[in-house]
């Protein structure tokens, strides 16, 4: 991107911070959109997942995600009590909580765009604040644990 489309798109240039700016030769550096994490994932997996409605995050719920629907509640909840609860606005997976399986998962069990950390059996291999494992043996892993959105994702 040119300095005079910086200059139309985001507005005044300050030449004092941009020494380069008037000559023409300033480069503006735009950071790409943040991707969207895909939550169905969690369907199949059957992971907990925290949900809530509003814009704080104050979990009320956890159980697991039954499905997702078009609007503005599009997270349906499936809890060991009720087969469906709500509809929610936001859903995440369980986070800094050990997802644990002896038998292991058949594939990635979480989206794409989590921070974990993964336990193998015994303990002979341990990711930590891995961004994108999806080559690890699945079968293999008994824990993981979700730490974080990694960067450039957001929910």
Do not use: Q
């Not at 925290?50 to 629907?69: C, N, P, Q, R």
């Not at 800094?96 to 399986?101: E, F, G, L, V």
């Not at 494992?133 to 994702?153: K, L, P, Q």
């Amino acid at each position: 991107m040119k300095l005079s489309e910086a200059i139309t798109k985001y507005g005044d240039v300050d030449i004092w911070k941009c020494p380069e700016a008037h000559h023409g030769k300033a480069e503006v550096i735009i950071k790409p959109e943040p991707k969207k994490i895909n939550m169905s994932v969690c369907i199949e997996s059957g992971i907990d997942c925290e949900f809530w409605s509003g814009e704080t995050a104050v979990f009320k719920v956890v159980g697991k995600l039954h499905s997702i629907v078009s609007g503005a509640y599009p997270f349906r909840v499936s809890t060991e009590t009720k087969d469906i609860w709500n509809d929610c606005m936001n859903c995440r997976p369980r986070m800094n909580h050990i997802h644990a399986s002896p038998t292991g998962w058949d594939k990635y069990p979480i989206p794409e765009g989590f921070k974990v950390n993964v336990w193998t059996r015994y303990n002979e291999d341990v990711y930590e604040n891995a961004d994108y494992i999806h080559d690890v043996n699945w079968r293999s892993v008994t824990m993981f644990e979700i730490t974080g959105i990694a960067d450039d994702y957001e929910l």
